[in-house]
Protein backbone atom coordinates (compact mmCIF):
# COMPACT_ATOMS: atom_id res chain seq x y z
CA UNK A 1 0.00 0.00 0.00
CA UNK A 2 1.54 3.10 -0.70
CA UNK A 3 2.19 6.31 2.23
CA UNK A 4 2.43 8.91 -0.84
CA UNK A 5 -0.05 11.86 0.55
CA UNK A 6 -3.26 12.08 -0.53
CA UNK A 7 -3.94 15.49 -2.75
CA UNK A 8 -6.97 17.31 -1.57
CA UNK A 9 -8.31 17.00 -5.48
CA UNK A 10 -8.07 13.16 -5.32
CA UNK A 11 -9.39 13.45 -1.62
CA UNK A 12 -12.74 15.27 -3.19
CA UNK A 13 -13.24 12.83 -6.23
CA UNK A 14 -13.00 9.92 -3.44
CA UNK A 15 -15.54 11.27 -1.18
CA UNK A 16 -17.40 12.18 -4.64
CA UNK A 17 -17.51 8.38 -5.56
CA UNK A 18 -18.07 7.48 -2.14
CA UNK A 19 -21.23 9.66 -1.97
CA UNK A 20 -22.27 8.14 -5.28
CA UNK A 21 -21.49 4.40 -5.40
CA UNK A 22 -21.93 4.12 -1.55
CA UNK A 23 -19.53 3.06 1.26
CA UNK A 24 -19.63 -0.54 0.38
CA UNK A 25 -19.29 -0.57 -3.23
CA UNK A 26 -14.80 -0.15 -2.79
CA UNK A 27 -14.73 -1.83 -6.18
CA UNK A 28 -16.57 0.25 -8.48
CA UNK A 29 -14.95 3.07 -6.28
CA UNK A 30 -11.57 2.49 -6.62
CA UNK A 31 -12.25 1.70 -10.46
CA UNK A 32 -13.81 5.24 -11.00
CA UNK A 33 -10.61 6.47 -9.31
CA UNK A 34 -8.18 4.47 -11.50
CA UNK A 35 -9.52 5.89 -15.08
CA UNK A 36 -10.39 9.35 -13.47
CA UNK A 37 -9.01 11.61 -16.24
CA UNK A 38 -7.67 14.44 -14.08
CA UNK A 39 -5.98 11.74 -12.17
CA UNK A 40 -2.22 10.39 -12.70
CA UNK A 41 -1.53 7.76 -10.97
CA UNK A 42 0.21 4.15 -10.90
CA UNK A 43 -2.90 1.87 -11.84
CA UNK A 44 -2.05 -0.08 -8.29
CA UNK A 45 -2.51 2.89 -6.34
CA UNK A 46 -6.13 3.32 -6.09
CA UNK A 47 -7.01 0.04 -4.65
CA UNK A 48 -9.84 -0.90 -2.93
CA UNK A 49 -8.37 -1.22 0.34
CA UNK A 50 -6.06 2.31 -0.11
CA UNK A 51 -9.48 3.95 -1.16
CA UNK A 52 -11.24 2.89 1.63
CA UNK A 53 -8.81 3.53 4.63
CA UNK A 54 -8.12 7.10 3.27
CA UNK A 55 -11.59 7.65 3.39
CA UNK A 56 -12.32 6.39 7.02
CA UNK A 57 -8.96 8.35 7.76
CA UNK A 58 -10.86 11.46 6.72
CA UNK A 59 -13.89 10.61 8.42
CA UNK A 60 -11.73 10.45 11.89
CA UNK A 61 -10.44 13.72 10.89
CA UNK A 62 -13.33 15.28 10.61
CA UNK A 63 -15.02 13.94 13.37
CA UNK A 64 -11.92 14.91 15.51
CA UNK A 65 -13.12 18.97 14.93
CA UNK A 66 -14.73 20.58 17.42
CA UNK A 67 -17.94 20.53 17.06
CA UNK A 68 -18.52 24.47 17.20
CA UNK A 69 -16.99 25.03 14.15
CA UNK A 70 -19.78 23.26 12.31
CA UNK A 71 -23.33 24.80 11.68
CA UNK A 72 -26.36 22.87 12.79
CA UNK A 73 -26.92 22.99 8.60
CA UNK A 74 -24.16 20.74 8.51
CA UNK A 75 -24.56 18.77 11.06
CA UNK A 76 -27.38 17.56 9.97
CA UNK A 77 -26.23 16.63 6.44
CA UNK A 78 -24.50 13.05 5.94
CA UNK A 79 -20.89 12.60 6.57
CA UNK A 80 -19.82 12.01 3.29
CA UNK A 81 -21.12 15.37 1.95
CA UNK A 82 -19.83 17.07 4.48
CA UNK A 83 -16.75 15.67 3.66
CA UNK A 84 -17.21 16.34 0.19
CA UNK A 85 -17.90 19.71 1.44
CA UNK A 86 -15.04 20.38 3.26
CA UNK A 87 -12.41 19.20 0.49
CA UNK A 88 -14.76 21.46 -1.97
CA UNK A 89 -13.72 24.42 -0.16
CA UNK A 90 -9.98 23.44 0.25
CA UNK A 91 -9.83 22.56 -3.32
CA UNK A 92 -11.06 26.36 -4.09
CA UNK A 93 -8.27 27.45 -1.63
CA UNK A 94 -5.60 25.46 -3.76
CA UNK A 95 -6.64 26.52 -7.20
CA UNK A 96 -6.89 30.39 -5.88
CA UNK A 97 -3.08 30.04 -4.41
CA UNK A 98 -1.98 28.29 -7.98
CA UNK A 99 -3.64 31.01 -10.29
CA UNK A 100 -2.43 33.78 -7.45
CA UNK A 101 1.46 32.22 -8.17
CA UNK A 102 0.88 31.96 -12.50
CA UNK A 103 -0.02 35.48 -12.05
CA UNK A 104 3.30 36.48 -9.58
CA UNK A 105 5.16 34.32 -12.37
CA UNK A 106 3.16 36.28 -15.84
CA UNK A 107 3.72 39.57 -13.90
CA UNK A 108 7.48 38.90 -13.33
CA UNK A 109 8.20 37.68 -16.80
CA UNK A 110 6.28 40.78 -18.12
CA UNK A 111 8.72 43.23 -15.77
CA UNK A 112 11.57 41.37 -17.39
CA UNK A 113 10.44 41.80 -20.79
CA UNK A 114 9.60 45.41 -20.10
CA UNK A 115 13.75 45.34 -18.94
CA UNK A 116 14.64 43.75 -21.56
CA UNK A 117 13.08 46.19 -24.32
CA UNK A 118 14.45 49.56 -22.23
CA UNK A 119 18.19 48.09 -22.22
CA UNK A 120 18.70 46.90 -18.55
CA UNK A 121 19.47 43.65 -19.43
CA UNK A 122 22.12 44.08 -21.87
CA UNK A 123 25.37 43.85 -20.09
CA UNK A 124 23.49 40.25 -18.40
CA UNK A 125 22.78 39.19 -21.66
CA UNK A 126 26.06 39.78 -23.49
CA UNK A 127 27.99 37.94 -20.81
CA UNK A 128 25.36 35.43 -20.80
CA UNK A 129 25.99 35.00 -24.97
CA UNK A 130 29.32 34.90 -24.44
CA UNK A 131 29.69 32.36 -21.98
CA UNK A 132 27.29 30.38 -24.50
CA UNK A 133 29.86 30.37 -27.27
CA UNK A 134 32.83 29.19 -24.99
CA UNK A 135 30.50 26.48 -24.26
CA UNK A 136 30.06 25.62 -27.89
CA UNK A 137 33.64 26.07 -28.83
CA UNK A 138 34.67 23.51 -25.66
CA UNK A 139 32.18 20.86 -26.76
CA UNK A 140 33.49 20.85 -30.22
CA UNK A 141 37.10 20.86 -29.09
CA UNK A 142 36.20 17.74 -26.94
CA UNK A 143 34.20 16.10 -30.12
CA UNK A 144 37.48 16.89 -32.38
CA UNK A 145 39.82 15.52 -30.00
CA UNK A 146 37.28 12.26 -29.70
CA UNK A 147 37.60 11.85 -33.67
CA UNK A 148 41.05 12.21 -33.89
CA UNK A 149 41.42 9.41 -31.15
CA UNK A 150 38.90 7.29 -33.34
CA UNK A 151 40.41 8.42 -37.05
CA UNK A 152 40.23 6.35 -40.37
CA UNK A 153 43.08 4.95 -39.61
CA UNK A 154 42.43 3.79 -36.51
CA UNK A 155 42.27 -0.12 -36.37
CA UNK A 156 39.39 -0.08 -33.71
CA UNK A 157 37.37 2.38 -35.93
CA UNK A 158 38.25 0.18 -38.81
CA UNK A 159 36.49 -2.82 -36.88
CA UNK A 160 33.25 -0.54 -35.57
CA UNK A 161 32.52 0.94 -39.47
CA UNK A 162 32.77 -2.92 -40.53
CA UNK A 163 30.67 -4.28 -37.59
CA UNK A 164 27.84 -1.00 -38.02
CA UNK A 165 27.51 -1.94 -41.41
CA UNK A 166 27.07 -5.10 -41.10
CA UNK A 167 24.34 -4.52 -38.58
CA UNK A 168 23.00 -1.94 -40.91
CA UNK A 169 22.50 -4.50 -43.51
CA UNK A 170 20.97 -6.61 -41.23
CA UNK A 171 18.00 -3.79 -40.29
CA UNK A 172 17.83 -2.20 -44.44
CA UNK A 173 16.91 -6.30 -45.46
CA UNK A 174 14.07 -5.96 -42.97
CA UNK A 175 10.62 -6.99 -45.29
CA UNK A 176 9.56 -3.50 -44.99
CA UNK A 177 13.16 -1.46 -45.27
CA UNK A 178 12.58 -0.82 -49.61
CA UNK A 179 10.29 1.88 -47.95
CA UNK A 180 12.79 3.42 -46.00
CA UNK A 181 15.54 2.98 -48.27
CA UNK A 182 15.42 6.03 -50.56
CA UNK A 183 17.73 8.66 -50.02
CA UNK A 184 16.96 12.02 -49.01
CA UNK A 185 17.61 15.03 -51.39
CA UNK A 186 20.60 17.38 -50.87
CA UNK A 187 18.27 20.31 -51.36
CA UNK A 188 15.65 19.12 -48.36
CA UNK A 189 18.84 18.47 -46.63
CA UNK A 190 22.13 20.05 -47.78
CA UNK A 191 24.22 19.12 -44.62
CA UNK A 192 22.87 15.33 -44.31
CA UNK A 193 25.80 13.89 -46.40
CA UNK A 194 28.37 15.43 -44.13
CA UNK A 195 27.11 14.24 -40.78
CA UNK A 196 29.41 11.42 -39.46
CA UNK A 197 28.62 8.74 -37.45
CA UNK A 198 31.02 8.02 -34.96
CA UNK A 199 29.45 6.01 -32.27
CA UNK A 200 27.05 3.02 -31.75
CA UNK A 201 24.65 5.24 -29.38
CA UNK A 202 24.73 7.95 -32.32
CA UNK A 203 23.87 5.27 -35.00
CA UNK A 204 20.96 4.10 -32.58
CA UNK A 205 19.72 7.85 -32.46
CA UNK A 206 19.33 8.15 -35.69
CA UNK A 207 17.95 4.81 -36.34
CA UNK A 208 15.12 5.01 -34.18
CA UNK A 209 14.60 8.53 -34.64
CA UNK A 210 13.69 7.71 -38.71
CA UNK A 211 11.26 5.33 -38.03
CA UNK A 212 9.59 7.32 -35.13
CA UNK A 213 9.53 10.03 -36.95
CA UNK A 214 7.89 8.13 -39.56
CA UNK A 215 5.19 6.95 -36.46
CA UNK A 216 4.47 10.24 -35.61
CA UNK A 217 3.14 11.81 -39.11
CA UNK A 218 1.37 8.89 -40.36
CA UNK A 219 -1.86 7.96 -38.63
CA UNK A 220 -1.92 4.90 -36.47
CA UNK A 221 -3.43 2.06 -38.23
CA UNK A 222 -2.43 2.82 -41.85
CA UNK A 223 -0.09 0.44 -43.60
CA UNK A 224 2.60 2.57 -43.35
CA UNK A 225 2.59 3.35 -39.70
CA UNK A 226 2.11 -0.61 -39.62
CA UNK A 227 5.45 -1.12 -41.65
CA UNK A 228 7.41 1.55 -39.70
CA UNK A 229 6.18 -0.07 -36.57
CA UNK A 230 7.55 -3.28 -37.24
CA UNK A 231 10.60 -2.22 -38.80
CA UNK A 232 10.78 -0.19 -35.46
CA UNK A 233 10.83 -3.40 -32.89
CA UNK A 234 13.10 -5.34 -35.28
CA UNK A 235 16.05 -2.78 -35.46
CA UNK A 236 15.47 -2.38 -31.68
CA UNK A 237 16.10 -6.10 -31.22
CA UNK A 238 18.88 -6.12 -33.52
CA UNK A 239 20.79 -3.19 -32.01
CA UNK A 240 20.07 -4.65 -28.52
CA UNK A 241 21.83 -8.06 -29.59
CA UNK A 242 24.80 -6.09 -31.48
CA UNK A 243 25.58 -3.69 -28.15
CA UNK A 244 25.25 -7.03 -26.31
CA UNK A 245 27.84 -8.94 -28.25
CA UNK A 246 29.93 -6.03 -29.05
CA UNK A 247 30.28 -6.06 -25.00
CA UNK A 248 30.83 -9.01 -24.71
CA UNK A 249 34.06 -8.95 -27.03
CA UNK A 250 35.56 -5.94 -25.31
CA UNK A 251 35.71 -7.54 -22.22
CA UNK A 252 36.75 -10.52 -23.66
CA UNK A 253 39.17 -8.59 -25.32
CA UNK A 254 40.71 -6.88 -22.23
CA UNK A 255 40.42 -10.72 -20.84
CA UNK A 256 43.22 -11.21 -23.38
CA UNK A 257 45.31 -8.71 -23.57
CA UNK A 258 45.67 -9.07 -19.21
CA UNK A 259 46.58 -12.67 -19.43
CA UNK A 260 49.02 -11.87 -22.14
CA UNK A 261 50.70 -9.17 -19.84
CA UNK A 262 50.69 -11.75 -17.10
CA UNK A 263 52.33 -14.40 -19.29
CA UNK A 264 55.41 -11.55 -20.59
CA UNK A 265 55.59 -10.87 -16.58
CA UNK A 266 56.24 -14.31 -15.74
CA UNK A 267 58.29 -14.80 -18.55
CA UNK A 268 60.30 -11.59 -17.45
CA UNK A 269 60.98 -12.74 -14.17
CA UNK A 270 61.93 -16.43 -15.02
CA UNK A 271 64.64 -14.76 -17.55
CA UNK A 272 66.03 -12.58 -14.40
Known sequence: MSTTEWTILEKLLLSQAVYKYGEDNWFQIARNLKHHALLDRPSDYFNQKNCSL???????????????????????????????????????????KEISEDEEKFLAL???????????????????????IKKEDQSEEHLSDHSKKLSKEDPRHKSWLKNINLLW?????????????????????????????????????????MLTNSLMYNTEGTEVYQMAKEMLDDATEQIRIFKTADEDTSASTHTRAA?????ERKKSLANE
Open 54 to 96: QYYLMIEDMDKEKRQQQSLTTQDMPVVVRLARQLYTQRLEELK
Open 259 to 263: SMAAK
Open 110 to 132: VSEIEEIRAGKWDNQLLKNSKED
Open 169 to 209: REIANHKNGTMFMNPIKESIAPQYYDILINTTTEFERDVIL
